[in-house]
């Protein structure tokens, strides 16, 4: 049996630690494209994770590119190209340069690797998905944002460090877009199958679900120029794998909605179910009032962008 194929399209901080990810999980062979300009780069750092092979002994191979040629072939796409935000930027603030960056890479996308499972990441994220769909026509099962992934990761995180326990036994969701209106479904988050409500008081949740949909800012502050990459990458190597293992876990994703919770022809965070077919499922979730309205809010907003993305 051949080897799977992933390509990363933008090989920068996510890009470059996607690459490793991969390797370290041996997932796949990896190509990592970028310009022209930052061929070398890509190459470099294509080289220098082969070089780490060695001590644990990770038999794939990594390549870097320029050219669209290479990613022929790939079972799946992580795209990353494009800027990321810098201290005192929303998300929305990328969205003319990242959109223009979307519409070429989508037309090669479409044009060399017309069969692949395609993981977008790059910001606005749920207006840069669904511009990929649009420039692509690709179907929605094989097109999904990854935000709601990173997103519960961190609700998961917090809920862990404010409990002390492990963050393997924390389990939550959240829905809506990527932008501070997400909404932490605080009510459905368990800690070792005991509900997190039980656990952890009441101003304290409000305050980690505070925290969790300004998580991305709180880090873009700190690092100073640049947004968050580990993260970012290790939760879309989360989807990889449910895709290319058919694991059909069950990740909150930026999935393109036709009535589930009552939107209509937006990528937006819900919980899919990813597996060999891609997005194969929305599960929709009973959610009460104020959960409703929430959703409203977020769901107002990302509609907002993607209006001005004009697709
Ligand atoms: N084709 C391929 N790669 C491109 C293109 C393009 N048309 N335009 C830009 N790139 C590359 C850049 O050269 C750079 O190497 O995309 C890479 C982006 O890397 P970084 O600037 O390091 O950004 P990163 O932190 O990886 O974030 C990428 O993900 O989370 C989002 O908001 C973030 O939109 C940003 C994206």
Do not use: W
């Amino acid at each position: 049996m051949s080897r799977r194929k992933i390509a990363l399209i933008g090989g920068g901080q996510i890009g470059g630690i996607l690459a490793l990810i991969a390797t370290q999980k041996e997932l796949g062979d990896v190509v990592i494209l970028d310009i022209p300009d930052f061929e070398n780069p890509v190459k470099g750092k294509a080289l220098d994770i082969m070089e780490l092979r060695p001590h644990d002994g990770y038999d794939v191979n990594i390549t870097g590119t320029s050219n669209y040629e290479d990613i022929a072939g790939a079972d799946v796409i992580v795209i990353t190209a494009g800027v990321p935000r810098k201290p005192g930027m929303s998300r929305d603030d990328l969205l003319d340069i990242n959109l223009k960056i979307i519409k070429n890479v989508a037309e090669n996308v479409k044009k060399y690797a017309p069969d692949a499972f395609v993981i977008v990441v790059s910001n606005p994220l749920d207006a840069i998905v669904y511009a990929f769909y649009k420039a692509s026509g690709f179907p929605k099962n094989r097109i999904v944002g990854m935000a709601g992934a990173l997103d519960s990761g961190r609700f998961r995180a917090f809920l862990a460090m404010e409990t002390g326990y492990s963050v393997q036994d924390v389990q939550c969701l959240v829905l809506g877009g990527h932008g501070d209106e997400m909404v932490p479904l605080t009510r459905l988050a368990t800690i070792g199958g005991v509900p997190a409500t039980e656990l952890v008081s009441p101003e304290r949740l409000a305050e980690i679900e505070k925290r969790t949909r300004m998580a991305g800012g709180e880090i873009v502050k700190l690092l100073g120029n640049g947004s968050a990459f580990f993260s970012p990458a290790q939760s879309a190597m989360e989807m990889v794998e449910s895709f290319l293992n058919d694991k059909k876990r069950i990740i909150p994703s930026a999935a393109l909605c036709e009535g589930e919770y009552g939107i209509n022809g937006l990528f937006i965070g819900v919980p899919t179910v990813i597996g060999a077919g891609g997005i194969e499922k929305i599960l929709e979730v009973k959610l009460n009032d104020a959960e409703i309205a929430a959703l409203k809010v977020t769901v107002e907003h990302v509609s907002a962008v993607v209006a001005e993305t004009g697709l």
